[in-house]
């Protein structure tokens, strides 16, 4: 099996702002309440034309130059996200046309917030038995156009953006463990439930605003926590390491206090957690993309340092990864 690694990293924010101020003239919340329960202060949302690959694209072309690959080199191409350009053609297809990536094969991921994870480790796995060489993982959400902008429970937390990674065959470090879980047994507590076979779009699902995420948000929290610790000590397991080895820790970035907590039951401390949150709320498969292209270019994380990614979400499903920088 081949060793596989991570060799370039690229985002892409759309323009505009949305702030806990904004949202105070759009529902009964306060800039209080959501700094103070969720960490976040502002989110990115797209203007009117942009759909989901064209984030993706802006973060792909960035993450393919930082590797020094064309799009033509591209084997493979997965596009996590729950926030399509269509039910299909999927929206790595749509990737692949914008970028004349004409020799890759592509297919999106749904796993929702840990999408990112999933996609990079089903990459992993085509690469690491040597039927693809380079590939592009991209966790792509325009999460504002599935979001009930009445529902003060959800709007305040989601926001809109893409990041972007490029796996190929590396002769040291990389990627050093995988873990990935689900549970669908738990599936009522996080679903976008119009639209799909389901419940399929009719006036009436509209009018009952199915076509919208629901939450619920505090039975979540409780089991973000505790996933999210569990995967984080099955990843390093797997690897072979320990707590006391994480340089940092680049999470699912849906609430500070989720993250805190977590990094409490790790015994890690706080400054090992990278945190974009206030920035960009949570924007679900993108999240973990975009903190980790933050972090390489920040600097937060250095060559050789022991990285763990870490997600968790509707599904459920979890995952995290440790990687050798
Ligand atoms: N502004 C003001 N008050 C509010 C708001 C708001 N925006 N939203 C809810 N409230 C009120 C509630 O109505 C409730 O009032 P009550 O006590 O009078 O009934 C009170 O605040 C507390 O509500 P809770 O839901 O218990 O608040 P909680 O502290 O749990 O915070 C939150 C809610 C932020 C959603 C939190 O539960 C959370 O982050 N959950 C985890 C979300 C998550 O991890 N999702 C998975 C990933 S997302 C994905 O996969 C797409």
């Not at 101020?21 to 309440?33: F, G, I, P, Q, R």
């Not at 064309?70 to 399509?84: E, F, G, K, Y």
């Amino acid at each position: 099996m081949r060793k596989v690694g991570i060799v370039g990293v690229g985002e892409y924010l759309p323009d505009k702002i949305l702030s806990n101020l904004d949202l105070e003239k759009m529902v009964d919340t306060s800039d209080e309440w959501i700094t103070t329960r969720t960490g976040i202060k502002t989110r990115r949302l797209v203007s009117p034309n942009q759909a989901a690959s064209d984030l993706a694209v802006n973060a792909a072309r960035q993450a393919l130059r930082e590797a020094g690959i064309l799009a033509a080199d591209v084997d493979l191409i997965i596009v996590a996200t729950i926030s399509p350009d269509m039910q299909f053609p999927s929206t790595a297809c749509f990737v692949q046309r914008t970028l004349g990536a004409r020799n890759a094969v592509c297919f999106d991921v749904s796993a929702a917030c840990a999408g990112f994870v999933y996609a990079l480790v089903v990459a992993q796995q085509f690469i690491a038995c040597s039927t693809y060489k380079n590939a592009l993982v991209i966790g792509s959400e325009v999460l504002s156009s599935i979001t009930d902008w009445q529902d003060r429970n959800t709007c305040i937390l989601f926001g809109d953006g893409a990041g972007a990674a490029v796996l190929a065959p590396v002769t040291s470090g990389g990627i050093l463990s995988t873990y990935l879980g689900s549970d669908g047994l738990l599936s009522d507590l996080l679903m976008l439930p119009g639209g799909g076979s389901r419940n399929p779009t009719t006036h009436q699902s509209i009018d009952k605003r199915l076509h919208y995420i629901k939450m619920r948000g505090n039975e979540l929290f409780k089991l973000a926590v505790k996933i999210m610790t569990d995967a984080a000590q099955e990843a390093l397991r797997r690897a072979g390491l320990e707590c006391k080895d994480i340089d940092c820790v680049i999470p699912h970035q849906a609430n500070t206090r989720i993250l805190l907590n977590m990094a409490k039951r790790l015994g890690l401390p706080a400054e090992k957690i990278y945190l974009n949150i206030d920035k960009y709320g949570n924007m679900s498969s993108a999240s973990t993309a975009i903190a980790l292209c933050e972090a390489a270019k920040s600097n937060h994380i250095k060559r050789g340092n022991i990285v763990l990614l870490d997600a968790f979400g509707g599904g459920l499903v979890w995952g995290a990864c440790v990687i050798k920088w």
